[in-house]
Each structure stands twice: as C-alpha cells, then as structure tokens.
C-alpha cells in the first residue's frame, strides 16, 4: 500500500484498538462504531435480498462486527479498513488494509455480489470516487449498501439554518470523528444514477431525538419547513440506501 496524502480522522479508531472494554454499542463484544440499529438495518436487507453464501464487502470494517452479523446471516465476508489492528477477526475472515480515499486493488474488481458502506461515505475525501469504486467492486447485478447522517430531515435543516452546521456535522464531529463531508441527499441520488446504478431505494430510520429537540423555537422552524417544502422530508436521523449494478 503506497502512502496517501488524503485527510483522515482516524485517532478514536486507533484508541479503540488499546481498550479492553467491551464497548456500549457491540454485537458479539466486537465494537459497532455506529448506531446499532443502522447496522440491524443494513443487516436485514442484506438478509432478504442476497443468498446466502454471497460474497460481501464491508467498507471501514472496523472491529469486524458488521463482517460477524454477515457471517451469522450466511455470507462470505471481507472486511477493509485503514487501521488493521482494530479489525478483531484476522483469523475468521478475509481482510486487506485499503485508504478507501485511493484506489482499492485491481484483482478485487468485480469479486464481490454486494459491497456495504455503513456511515463511512461522510468520511470520504470525494465521495463519488467512493461510489465509483462501489461500482467497480461488484459484480453486474451487484448490491450496493450505504449509510449516512440525514441532512434531509426538517430537524437537519432546521439547526443548519439555525447554526451553520448539519446535525453530525458540528465542529466537534468534524474533529473527533471525522465528519468531514456532509451528503446531501439529491447529490448521493445523481451520483447513484450518473455512475448507472439502478433500482435504488431509499430508507429513513430512527427518528430524531436529541435535547436541542424540546426547544420550541427548533420545533417551529422545522415545522415550517415541513410545512413549506415542496416535496416530502426524509425524517429519520440516519438514511439508508440500497442500489444495484444493472446485470
């Protein structure tokens, strides 16, 4: 692997590596660096729309608990991630050390039967090369499955006119996670399509709870703007999206 001069954030992935602790947010003690529910959810539509024995990529695979659910579900995962030693199952399954800013290895082009990218997107330098490189990696009639903070929501929108900044994409999530790209979604929807992915579907989950909420002032602007939009909002905190290389 050549070295990249591209900007990551990656010291809370590192310190998890040091940590004995099983971390809050875990499935089978191996740490989620996530939601759990968005890893439920990209779970269950792998599920119900691969076979089983499906080769699976999982993007940033962190401490590997996305690649044990899918092993669990009767996949054949991979993992990839920039900082190996945080990956727990070396010996369980297949993993190579990629910086996703770059370019992946070209014998893994067209290798796999869908490819996860689970709130790794945000993180990405160009976010269309990310998905460019999705494209690449399945096979035709390939899945892709992506998540991402929702910058759609009225409540998103509400504290970006209030603020400057998206929910997620504060300065202090900017420093400490890495939040470096917000997506707006009719961008990540033409990228999708320009790129020739096809049947995409689009998932709103877990709806916004957080204590800037209860403000009544918050609460009247984002009803307003539920109120004055011209189409319907995405809702839920984290979007979810699952798209398809034509066969």
């Given at each position: 692997m050549t070295e990249s001069d591209s900007f990551t954030v990656l010291h809370n992935y590192r310190k998890a590596t040091a940590s004995e602790?099983?971390?809050?947010?875990?499935y089978k003690g191996l740490e989620i660096h996530a939601v759990p529910q968005i890893h439920d959810h990209v779970g269950e539509i792998v599920r119900s729309s691969l076979?089983?024995?499906?080769?699976?990529?999982?993007?940033?695979?962190?401490?590997?608990?996305?690649?044990?659910?899918?092993?669990?579900?009767?996949?054949?995962?991979t993992g990839t991630d920039l900082v190996p030693e945080n990956f727990r199952l070396h010996s369980?399954?297949?993993?190579?050390?990629?910086?996703?800013?770059?370019?992946?290895?070209?014998h893994l082009l067209g290798m796999f039967d869908c490819v996860t990218s689970t709130e790794l997107i945000e993180?990405?330098?160009?976010?269309?090369?990310?998905?460019?490189q999705c494209?690449?990696?399945?096979?035709?009639?390939?899945?892709?499955?992506?998540?991402?903070?929702?910058?759609?929501?009225?409540i998103a929108l509400a504290?970006?006119?209030?603020?400057?900044?998206?929910?997620w994409f504060t300065p202090v999530e900017y420093r400490r996670d890495g939040h470096i790209n917000p997506i707006l979604l009719p961008v990540l929807k033409n990228a999708l399509e320009e790129t020739g992915f096809v049947e995409t579907r689009i998932d709103s989950i877990l709806r916004l709870r957080f204590p800037g909420f209860t403000w009544?002032?918050?609460?009247?602007?984002?009803?307003?703007?539920?109120?004055?939009?011209?189409?319907?909002?995405?809702?839920?905190d984290f979007i979810v999206?699952?798209?398809?290389r034509p066969r």
């Open positions: 602790e099983t971390a809050i947010w875990n076979p089983k024995g499906s080769l699976v990529l999982d993007l940033a695979a962190g401490s590997g608990a996305m690649c044990q659910r899918l092993k669990d579900l009767g996949m054949v995962p369980e399954v297949d993993f190579f050390t990629a910086n996703l800013n770059d370019e992946l290895p070209a993180h990405i330098e160009n976010p269309r090369h990310l998905i460019r494209w690449r990696l399945v096979r035709p009639g390939g899945m892709v499955v992506i998540s991402t903070p929702n910058t759609q929501s009225s504290q970006y006119i209030r603020t400057g900044d998206f929910r009544w002032k918050m609460r009247l602007l984002a009803w307003v703007l539920r109120l004055v939009s011209a189409r319907p909002l995405y809702e839920g999206v699952s798209t398809r």
